[in-house]
């Protein structure tokens, strides 16, 4: 009988948990190629299959790891990796876990191509003019700057899966903030851990010294500068580590990084500290002497708490000041602007990652408030922006990107876009200072023809005025809304604009813009609203009064519907007119 009884024991114990273990059972799997001899090697991606870690050893030694959804068979999309840096030598790809019968190894391929060439940006819900990975997830705009003609921009990368994870930097290139090549991932995970957001600088005078031969031109200025980027260098994605700043640093003119080898440069001080934004303090009281000046980093470093960090070489870093309860976290920024256009009257913005951000004053060392904390979000998906360095005297503005956080891209083999690149400003407003927030002009480029302006006037609350010889899904609209009186009277004083089925409303009473459930406070400017739409194929931006209120929003148009613009409200309570552009996609030939 006692037999009997461990026999079946034994069996419930086979049924309840070795069957489904020897079903989960997986292996480690190597791909290997004796001698390097082409540029990248593509890994299959299937969405949604089990992941697995994978290292990547050059002649037998570990560079970098990542975490992949290895298509066993039938791939959503290739996942690019560099290897052309390792010509001739021999490169193991070693997975963890895969499963038996994987078809991952003969799927994998290497080419002197980037990836899909044939399909990449003419998927069905590519953005069309803002920028969007090529392959994989993105999330915060990285390491702006301007260099030699060039925008740089690098951006959080998953080239390995189309979520967060694998933080690595992209890198894209441009003339004109909106046609992008992009170009190999520029800093991948190392045994420092992943690289999370940071920025980058034009170091003009070779402070750092990472120059080793400078060259310089009759006047003495140097014409070969390194470009030094900062990031946050963190192992927290194995659960070991903390995280910490590093440095990266460019002699060819970013196409290539080479890691600090004493990295890194600030060891971790409290909790989750990142995002280091670095930029020269230019010391205008003693403008003569040659060695006055430094360099700040603003780093964010835990609960809702930043800090200054000052330096003469990029290397060796000092804190200098606090800056406490902005009211949100992550991300920071740092610029001076003029109010109203005016040089002879400068302020300070400290900018945080969720879109707040302080006027006030700096003298190299303190940041003294003077007005804030105020808000360029108030929903929508809009996170962690961050403006451009080394953008000529000469051009003088101050260049914001901004992830949209949040958008929706079925089925597609990239996730997430920005923001357009937008211009900030200081202005003043009856309520004091605030940062505006327009497009950069240089999206004026992508209009088709010249808007016919169409003028009307609001006929009735149900009665659509519909804006004619309204084509294609890229538009650039301003819209002007003359109001007859700033009274209200009985009855809905709102007026809707809408425009493939997504509605943007003001209403007089509450004085509210609103685009597609996110409401912002907008007073009319003399008798006036103002609004401008940017709409791609899966964003609409809304940028109102020239850009005192400015809201993000995606959307996925998945019926197709035609834009249909139209526009209603109570009769005769205002003139509107109309200008629509149609803009042309970066993607067509
Ligand atoms: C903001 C952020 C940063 C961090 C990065 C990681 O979105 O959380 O603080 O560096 O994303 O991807």
């Not at 461990?6 to 290997?32: G, M």
């Not at 999206?443 to 009307?456: D, V």
Request: aromatic residues 12%; glycine residues 8%.
């Amino acid at each position: 009988m006692n037999q009997i009884k461990t026999f079946l024991r034994l069996l419930l114990f086979w049924v309840v948990f070795a069957i489904p273990n020897l079903s989960a059972q997986t292996i480690a799997q190597t791909y290997e190629c004796n001698s390097i001899n082409k540029r990248f090697v593509h890994l299959p991606v299937k969405t949604g299959a089990p992941k697995t870690w994978v290292s990547v050893n050059i002649d037998g030694v570990w560079q970098t790891e990542f975490e992949i959804e290895l298509a066993p068979e039938n791939p959503d999309f290739y996942a690019t990796l560099e290897v052309g840096q390792w010509k001739g030598k021999k490169l193991s790809l070693n997975a963890e876990n895969v499963t038996p019968g994987s078809k991952w190894i003969s799927l994998t391929k290497m080419s002197d191509e980037m990836s899909d060439e044939r399909l990449v940006y003419k998927e069905e819900y590519r953005p069309q003019f803002h920028f969007s990975p090529r392959r994989g997830w993105t999330n915060d705009p990285n390491g702006l700057v301007y260099y030699k003609g060039t925008y740089h921009l690098f951006f959080q990368h998953n080239p390995f899966g189309a979520s967060w994870g694998n933080m690595t930097w992209g890198h894209a290139v441009s003339k004109d903030l909106f046609h992008w090549t992009e170009k190999p991932d520029a800093v991948l995970a190392d045994k420092n851990g992943v690289v999370f957001s940071g920025s980058a600088v034009v170091d003009t005078k070779n402070s750092s010294g990472l120059q080793k031969h400078p060259k310089r031109d009759k006047n003495g200025n140097i014409i070969n500068p390194p470009l030094v980027a900062f990031y946050t260098s963190t192992a927290a994605n194995r659960g070991k580590g903390e995280s910490a700043q590093s440095m990266v640093y460019s002699l060819d003119e970013g196409k290539t990084w080479i890691k600090y080898p004493q990295n890194p440069v600030i060891p971790h001080i409290i909790g989750g500290n990142r995002d280091p934004k670095v930029f020269w303090y230019e010391d205008r009281q003693n403008p003569s002497n040659p060695n006055s000046g430094h360099w700040v980093m603003a780093l964010y470093l835990d609960g809702q708490d930043y800090a200054l960090f000052s330096s003469k070489d990029l290397i060796h870093w000092i804190k200098v000041c606090d800056i406490k309860n902005l009211g949100c976290s992550e991300c920071p920024d740092m610029f001076e602007l003029p109010v109203d256009g005016n040089k002879q009257n400068t302020h300070w913005v400290f900018w945080g990652g969720d879109g707040k951000y302080l006027i006030g004053t700096f003298n190299g060392k303190d940041f003294i408030k003077e007005s804030g904390p105020f808000t360029t979000k108030y929903g929508g998906n809009d996170y962690a922006a961050q403006s451009y360095s080394n953008i000529p005297a000469t051009d003088g503005r101050r260049i914001q990107f901004s992830w949209m956080q949040g958008g929706e891209y079925t089925n597609m083999p990239f996730n997430q876009q920005f923001t357009v690149p937008r211009e900030l400003s200081l202005r003043s407003t009856p309520e004091g200072i605030r940062l505006f927030l327009n497009p950069v002009k240089e999206i004026e480029r992508l209009r088709i023809a010249k808007a016919i302006p169409f003028a009307a006037t609001l006929q009735g609350v149900d009665k659509f005025i519909k804006v004619p010889n309204l084509k294609g899904e890229l538009l650039d609209i301003e819209l002007q809304f003359d109001l007859k009186s700033l009274q209200t009277s009985e009855g809905s004083n709102v007026f809707t604009t809408e425009i493939f089925e997504q509605k943007i409303t003001y209403d007089l009473d509450t004085r509210m813009i609103e685009l597609v459930g996110v409401k912002a406070p907008l007073a009319p400017v003399k008798n006036r609203i103002k609004l401008r739409l940017v709409i791609d194929r899966t964003s609409m931006e809304l940028f109102a009064n020239d850009g005192i209120i400015q809201i993000a929003k995606c959307f996925l148009n998945k019926d197709k519907v035609p834009a249909n613009m139209t526009i209603s409200g109570k009769k005769d309570m205002a003139n509107v007119t109309v200008k629509v552009y149609q803009l042309s996609s970066v993607w067509r030939k």
